[in-house]
């Protein structure tokens, strides 16, 4: 089976600018999580999605959203980027309990 | 507050040596406790995984992990390291649909 895929793996943008990362979960999984993993802070919860359904919300700003299609494939956006938003955006994929990690987005916001 | 804490940041040890990592987790029951390994640039790779029966579970590379109740620790185990273990380390427990992640454990390896 494939892995978590996620597009693209490195993004520069600038302050102000809005972003839109991509994940394709492991064929057969329907629930997708992000996670944000920064230097100072480590890897914090965004949100998790199952059928097209958001179940789950990290503390994070509105400007942090996700959608989740028909065909498991996820989104994340975020709009009004600021220096802060730089970090590592990491997807995963779970079966039951075990959740499957992408190779991650390097998003830099300059 | 539900937490996971790995109290050592930075290890160091010899290849061949043996290693163990220190996990311990706060919650009111007993959680689905997990360890991830990740190297520089990559994503996060599952080692084991420890849900209920036996507390002592073996995982891929050579890896195992105790769970002990009394301690509310889950530490990471392996006889003999490799130079390519050298990597950062998470423990993290299941909660409510989400993994709560530790700070992490980066191991150095001398040969």
């Known amino acids: 089976k494939a892995g978590v895929t996620q597009t693209p793996r490195y993004l520069i943008k600038t302050r102000g600018q809005q972003v839109t990362l991509s994940c394709s979960p492991i064929?057969?999984?329907?629930?997708v999580s992000w996670y944000q993993q920064t230097p100072g802070q480590g890897l914090q919860f965004l949100f998790e999605y199952f059928s097209e359904t958001q179940r789950n919300k990290g503390n994070f700003p509105g400007r942090f959203s996700g959608r989740q299609f028909s065909n498991s494939r996820s989104e994340m956006n975020v709009s009004t980027l600021e220096l802060g938003d730089s970090a590592l955006y990491l997807c995963?994929?779970?079966?039951?309990?075990?959740?499957?990690f992408g190779p991650g987005t390097r998003l830099t916001v300059t | 507050a539900q937490s996971v804490t790995q109290p050592d940041i930075h290890i160091t040890v010899s290849e061949g040596a043996s290693l163990e990592l220190r996990c311990n987790y706060s919650?009111?029951?007993?959680?689905?406790l997990f360890w991830y390994v990740q190297s520089p640039g990559q994503g996060l790779q599952l080692l084991l995984k420890y849900f209920s029966g036996d507390t002592l579970v073996q995982g891929i590379k050579g890896f195992e992990a105790e769970f002990k109740r009394s301690q509310s620790s889950f530490n990471l185990r392996k006889p003999s390291v490799h130079w390519s273990d050298a990597a950062e380390y998470f423990c993290a427990a299941y909660n409510t649909d989400k993994l709560i992640f530790g700070t992490g454990t980066r191991l150095q390896v001398f040969p």
């Open positions: 995963a994929s779970s079966h039951y309990y075990e959740q499957y």
């Open positions: 919650y009111g029951a007993t959680p689905y």
């Open positions: 064929s057969g999984h329907r629930s």
